[in-house]
């Protein structure tokens, strides 16, 4: 213990007591470095809280998708103008539903529903995942404008596919008649 008496609660400390010297603050542009020494170059540094200029993201996540895309809306519809016209050469116009449900299964079936069958299926896989990666690249703001295009197209093809296949195989069997 000390011999010194200690302040009571609310009273200043004695004189007696060491103070410690703090060094105070020197603004960098005082300091100067030691001889043969460099400060890094701040030219192009940002001060402490600003934001940074965003750097460009690559586009190339939406063009993939609006590729992809278009890709899905070009086969399927050539996919259901070829199944249309299959469908309404194959069709018998004045044939009833039992008369057509008793026939045996033909070549021209199958292929039919093979061509349907292979457009649904890697229609819809596509497709899905150009709907998918256009909503990536819109949220992404990695080419934003090809994802919107990209949820467009994607969802547009399954309706216009159908709209041409019920179309071609109509006006096939309506010349037919």
Do not use: N
């Amino acid at each position: 213990m000390t011999d010194s008496p200690r302040p009571q609660y609310g009273e200043y400390a004695p004189v007696a007591y060491p103070t410690a010297a703090y060094p105070t603050a020197v603004h960098p542009a005082e300091v100067h470095p030691p001889a043969g020494h460099f400060l890094p170059d701040t030219a192009g540094v940002l001060p402490y809280g600003t934001p940074s200029p965003e750097a460009a993201k690559p586009r190339t996540l939406g063009l993939v998708a609006c590729i992809g895309a278009i890709v899905v809306f070009v086969f399927s519809v050539a996919a259901s103008v070829t199944a249309g016209v299959i469908a309404g050469e194959a069709a018998d116009p004045y044939a009833t539903f039992e008369q057509d449900m008793a026939a045996p299964l033909s070549a021209v079936d199958v292929q039919l529903g093979s061509i349907i069958v292979l457009q649904l299926t890697l229609g819809t896989v596509i497709g899905v995942w150009a709907l998918v990666q256009g909503i990536f690249a819109v949220v992404l703001k990695r080419g934003r404008a090809f994802g919107i295009a990209a949820i467009a197209v994607a969802v547009c093809a399954p309706v216009v596919s159908m709209i041409v296949y019920t179309v071609t195989s109509s006006v096939i069997i309506a010349t037919r008649m």
